[in-house]
Structures are given as C-alpha cells and as structure tokens.
C-alpha cells in the first residue's frame, strides 16, 4: 500500500516537501526505513521507487522524501543544484521527525542512495536517534578525486551499517573504502555488487536486467536487517 505525504519542514524555501509511505500488508519486526534519495534523482525515480516497494513487500515500513531542492523542481520544472548541507540536513530531520509520529516506537534504519545516504551518516554521526544504517553507493569521495574522503566522521557512529557497493563506482573506490571502514565505530558490513556503476546499473556481459539487480539490492537488505 503506498500513501502520498506532505511532510512540513523548517529552515528551508519551501513549507512542506512530498513524501511516500510505503506500507506493507504486515509488518515483519519493528524496523522502520528512512529513505532519502540522491543528487541527480528525486523520491520518485526508479531506483527508490523500486527500493522502497521491494521493502514494504518484505514486509517493511518504507518512508521516502524529497529534499526541499528537489520539491523546487518538482514544483516548477527547473533544474537545480543540490542543497548546501544544513539545509539537507534540516529537511532531513523534519522527515525523521514525521516518521516518528507515526511509528513513535519503531526502530529506524536510515537509508539512502549516494547523497542521501552520506546525510544519513552525518545525522548519525551528529547523535541523532537511529537503530542502524543502510547506504546504497556510499559517496566516499567526488568522481576523480579519491583523496577527498568523506568517511572522517565514521568512527563516531556506533550504529551498525549496510554498505552496497559497485565494483565500478566512480564515487567509491574499494581499496580505499575497505581501510576506512576499519575505522567505522560499529558494526559494517560491506555488500560488493559485482560489475556495477554508482548507479547500481551492470555490466550487459554479466545479462542481469536493471529490475533483477534492484532485485538483489533489496534481498541484501532483507538479509542484512532480520541479523540485527
């Protein structure tokens, strides 16, 4: 069951930003997820559309968002840049806070795709109330410049993680993400998707459709969860 949301937040243009419930027909534990989307795409796109369905049929409470810069766009059509991180963030919090209205004692997974997810990181790693962590391509650094790691804050998160990666992922490098999550506070796990982009689209030689690769995303993070 799906359930369009209008989410109101703080400190940002807009007075609210569109949401989804995605709601399964049971409820399988008391874990609640807190999807946030990337900078290239919104809530809607095919990859969170596909996530969150593939949870709520698992058996998982999905929420997914709009960041306000997103909502922009939706609303007027014109392409925008990514919010500066406050304001991210800001929305973000909002998001939590309005899933937790409605399922005040669940325990919340915050998950997202690339940008999404880092924020998800930063949230944490500032103390703010989470069970665990799920990141759909880590961003560990901008595309060509590997030396910039965002992974400083990792040993201040506790909560254990979920890390999907792309052997092809221009925005993770591997060699370098390993030694940085021997540095993560908590527990990690590490998924490798084999012959995948930050995208999480394949390589065609290995004959796996977009469908079955999201498919597989989704049945790691089944695993993943029933283990906590």
Known sequence: MQEAIQIPVRGAPVDWVSGFWDLPETAKSDFVFLLAHGAGLDMSSDFMAHIAEGLAAAGYPVMRFNYAYSERMDRGGNRRPP?????????HRCALEFLRRRF??????????????????????????AAALCFYGYPLHPPGKPEKLRSEHFPTIAQPALFLQGTRDN??????????????????????????????????????????????????????????
């Open 104 to 129: 005040p004692d669940a325990r919340v997974v915050l998950s997202g795709k690339s940008m999404g997810g880092r924020m998800s990181s930063y949230l944490t790693a500032d103390g703010i109330d």
């Open 171 to 228: 925005l993770c490098d591997l060699e370098l993400l390993k030694p940085a999550l021997e540095t993560y506070g908590g527990q990690s796990t590490l998924e490798i998707i084999e012959g995948a982009d930050h995208g999480f689209r394949v390589l065609k030689k290995l004959n796996l459709s977009d469908e079955e690769v999201l498919d597989d995303l989704v049945q790691r993070t089944v695993k993943w969860v029933e283990s906590l």
């Open 83 to 91: 919010d500066r991180r406050p304001m991210l963030e800001a929305v």
